[in-house]
Nanobody, 124 residues
Framework: QVQLVESGGGLVQAGGSLRLSCVAS????????MGWFRQAPGKERVFVAA????????SYADSVKGRFTISRDNAKNTMYLQMNKLKPEDTAVYYC?????????????????WGQGTQVTVSS
C-alpha cells in the first residue's frame, strides 16, 4: 500500500520561506514521477510542480515559477518543495502525489496516490 506523508507546513509571513517534504513508502520511489498540488479554501485542487523519476526534468505552474523549487532524493524516498518569496495567495493545503508513470504529469489524472496534505498559511 502506497503511503505519502507530507510535513513542513506552517504559518509564515509574506516574503518568507518554507520547505515541504514528502516521504513515500509502498512503491518503488525511483520509478515514479512525483508532484505537488495545492487547494486553497473554497477552490479546486491545482497543480504546483512535478518532477521526473530521476529528477532531471521538472515542471511548474506559472504562479510559482521562479519562487518554488521541486527536488527529490531517491535514496531517502523523499521529495521536497522549497518555497521562497511566499505570498498570501500561496495559502493552501499542499498535497504530495505519486505519478502513475515515471514521466512528468501535470494533471490529477496522472497521479494515482495522494498524501493527506499539509497546511501552509502565509500572512500579509
Amino acid at each position: 500500500q502506497v503511503q505519502l506523508v507530507e510535513s513542513g507546513g506552517g504559518l509564515v509571513q509574506a516574503g518568507g520561506s518554507l520547505r515541504l517534504s514528502c516521504v513515500a513508502s509502498g512503491l518503488t520511489f525511483s520509478n515514479s514521477g512525483m508532484g505537488w498540488f495545492r487547494q486553497a479554501p473554497g477552490k479546486e485542487r491545482v497543480f504546483v510542480a512535478a518532477i521526473s523519476r530521476s529528477g532531471g526534468s521538472t515542471s511548474y505552474a506559472d504562479s510559482v515559477k521562479g519562487r518554488f523549487t521541486i527536488s527529490r532524493d531517491n535514496a531517502k524516498n523523499t521529495m521536497y518543495l522549497q518555497m521562497n518569496k511566499l505570498k498570501p495567495e500561496d495559502t493552501a493545503v499542499y498535497y504530495c502525489a505519486a505519478g502513475r508513470t515515471f514521466f512528468i504529469a501535470t494533471t490529477e489524472s496522472g497521479f494515482g496516490s495522494w498524501g493527506q496534505g499539509t497546511q501552509v498559511t502565509v500572512s500579509s
